[in-house]
């Protein structure tokens, strides 16, 4: 018996289980892009939540106590990706080179510079044909609401680089791995689901695009080994499984008749996207990039504060929601960015300094020097100094505060 066998079905969800995280520009709020060249936010990744954001309201009715029933109400898709920081957020040009930079700077028009798709993926033993499966997080339309680095000189571990996104739309598939190299049958429970599906395996080695006839299954004339993608030219009304035609089912994308409330098909699922011939991301390889040895000054010359305990800085984007009629899917619209530099600080009369520059509008640049560049947040000021505090038991007094940048820009990026 083989260790996927003996394990089917009883291997719990974890972060040891094997897998990728990737993200790529999309070229308009939730539209995936042909041909993806998908990027890693890093080597190593600590952290990654998917929120698909699902809202439900009671609907009660005069005669009774109890709920007549509990109604579906707009998404609010949702992620998180904590990774270490590896590559400063643009190159040379001021192109982004980590997903952080979508969340930092805004362009000519004061918009976002993008929405990413995020994909995941994790692996699991065991499957409906015993071969294994594969759990997908797709995350469309994900703007970066927040992007927080955390600098703390006390500990072994790189720079913290972590993204709040708020998406479009945020969907769970599981794809089981058939057992040995087949043709596979694709069929909907409506006959209006007309339209294209595209499978591929790993790598898009072996691809096929086929017509989806309705509830009249069809065939692939291409042979299968793994399943890495499926998915639909258009939102499907009825569910879609994909088989290997001897009864076991290897896929099912959920119909928008199954999230709708009525008779009117809501968002049917569109499955994985597929690879077409772009690529999946390889190994950086480079450095991971630590707090220890950054230059971190205000002005430049000067250190922020005689001792920097540990710091973050932040910047904000404010994004937005608004509902939609056609769409359970939000609209997403960036407010104003906020950046921001928090400290825990100790020195020399620290409390005093802290104090009277907040009194009287101190405004001075704050420089982060990382080995990929530098971050500049623009005349910042104290919106939250230090109180004092003595105490009997105190071998040295820290202080917390933040300093808020303006300016347009209020952040710039440097990439050495």
Same mark, same amino acid.
């Not at 065939?219 to 499926?230: G, L």
């Not at 809501?266 to 999946?280: K, N």
């Not at 009629?325 to 960036?334: E, F, I, M, N």
């Not at 001075?364 to 919106?383: A, D, M, R, W, Y």
């Given at each position: 018996?083989?260790l996927?066998?003996?394990?089917?079905?009883?291997?719990s969800?974890?972060?040891?289980?094997?897998?990728?995280?990737?993200?790529?520009?999309?070229?308009?709020?939730?539209?995936?892009? /042909?041909?993806?060249?998908? %990027?890693?936010?890093?080597?190593?990744? =600590?952290?990654?939540e998917?929120?698909?954001?699902?809202?439900?309201?009671?609907?009660?009715?005069?005669?009774? $106590?109890?709920a007549?029933?509990?109604?579906?109400?707009?998404?609010?898709?949702?992620?998180?990706v904590? +990774?270490?920081l590896?590559?400063?957020p643009?190159?040379?040009?001021?192109?982004?080179?980590? @997903?952080?930079?979508?969340?930092?700077?805004?362009?000519?028009f004061n918009?976002?510079?993008?929405?990413?798709l995020?994909v995941?993926?994790?692996?699991?033993?065991?499957? %409906?044909?015993? @071969?294994?499966?594969?759990?997908?997080s797709?995350? =469309?339309?994900?703007?970066?609401?927040s992007?927080? @680095?955390?600098l703390?000189?006390?500990?072994?571990?790189p720079?913290? *680089?972590?993204l709040?996104l708020? $998406?479009r739309?945020?969907?769970?598939?599981?794809?089981?791995q058939?057992?040995a190299?087949?043709?596979? !049958?694709?069929?909907s429970?409506? $006959?209006?689901?007309?339209?294209?599906?595209?499978?591929e395996?790993?790598?898009a080695?072996?691809?096929?695009?086929?017509s989806?006839t309705?509830?009249?299954?069809?065939?692939?004339?291409?042979?299968?080994? !793994?399943?890495?993608a499926?998915w639909?030219a258009?939102?499907p009304?009825?569910?879609?499984?994909?088989?290997?035609?001897?009864?076991t089912?290897?896929?099912?994308? &959920?119909?928008?008749?199954? +999230?709708?409330d009525? !008779?009117?098909?809501?968002?049917?699922?569109?499955?994985?996207?597929?690879?077409?011939?772009?690529?999946?991301?390889? #190994?950086?390889g480079?450095?991971?990039?630590?707090?220890?040895? !950054?230059?971190f000054e205000?002005p430049?010359?000067?250190?922020? =504060? $005689?001792?920097i305990?540990?710091?973050?800085?932040?910047?904000?984007?404010?994004?937005n929601?608004?509902?939609?009629?056609?769409t359970?899917?939000? #609209?997403?619209d960036?407010?104003n960015?906020?950046?921001?530099?928090?400290a825990?600080?100790?020195g020399? +009369?620290?409390?005093?300094?802290?104090? *009277?520059?907040?009194l009287?509008?101190?405004?001075k640049?704050?420089?982060?020097?990382?080995?990929?560049?530098?971050?500049t947040?623009?005349? &910042?000021?104290?919106t939250?100094?230090a109180? =004092?505090?003595?105490?009997?038991d105190q071998?040295?007094?820290?202080?917390?505060? /933040?300093f808020?940048?303006?300016?347009?820009?209020?952040?710039?990026?440097?990439? %050495?």
């Amino acid at each position: 018996m083989s260790l996927s066998e003996s394990q089917s079905g009883t291997t719990s969800e974890s972060g040891q289980l094997p897998g990728r995280y990737e993200w790529v520009a999309e070229p308009s709020p939730g539209a995936v892009p /042909t041909d993806p060249e998908y %990027n890693l936010f890093s080597d190593v990744i =600590r952290t990654f939540e998917m929120d698909p954001g699902v809202t439900v309201a009671r609907q009660d009715s005069v005669g009774t $106590a109890d709920a007549v029933d509990h109604n579906r109400g707009p998404e609010e898709p949702s992620a998180t990706v904590g +990774y270490d920081l590896q590559q400063f957020p643009v190159d040379g040009s001021g192109n982004p080179v980590d @997903a952080s930079a979508y969340g930092i700077l805004r362009d000519d028009f004061n918009e976002l510079l993008g929405t990413l798709l995020c994909v995941g993926r994790r692996e699991y033993g065991g499957g %409906n044909d015993g @071969a294994g499966v594969r759990e997908y997080s797709v995350v =469309r339309g994900a703007g970066v609401d927040s992007a927080s @680095a955390t600098l703390d000189p006390s500990g072994d571990q790189p720079i913290l *680089m972590e993204l709040s996104l708020t $998406a479009r739309k945020a969907r769970s598939y599981k794809i089981h791995q058939p057992s040995a190299g087949t043709t596979l !049958d694709i069929v909907s429970t409506s $006959a209006n689901d007309t339209m294209e599906i595209t499978i591929e395996d790993e790598g898009a080695a072996t691809t096929e695009t086929i017509s989806l006839t309705g509830d009249t299954a069809v065939t692939t004339t291409s042979t299968f080994e !793994d399943i890495d993608a499926i998915w639909l030219a258009d939102n499907p009304e009825g569910d879609v499984t994909v088989s290997d035609g001897s009864g076991t089912t290897l896929c099912e994308i &959920t119909g928008g008749l199954e +999230y709708s409330d009525d !008779d009117q098909p809501v968002d049917g699922d569109r499955g994985v996207p597929a690879l077409g011939a772009g690529s999946h991301a390889s #190994a950086i390889g480079s450095s991971f990039e630590f707090f220890v040895g !950054d230059r971190f000054e205000r002005p430049a010359g000067e250190p922020v =504060r $005689a001792r920097i305990n540990s710091a973050s800085w932040t910047v904000e984007n404010n994004i937005n929601t608004q509902a939609l009629q056609t769409t359970r899917a939000p #609209a997403l619209d960036a407010g104003n960015r906020a950046a921001s530099v928090d400290a825990d600080a100790a020195g020399p +009369y620290i409390s005093h300094k802290s104090m *009277m520059e907040a009194l009287q509008k101190v405004q001075k640049n704050i420089e982060h020097e990382l080995s990929g560049g530098t971050v500049t947040f623009h005349n &910042t000021t104290e919106t939250d100094s230090a109180s =004092r505090t003595v105490e009997a038991d105190q071998a040295v007094a820290s202080i917390s505060e /933040t300093f808020s940048a303006s300016g347009d820009p209020a952040i710039s990026l440097s990439a %050495n």
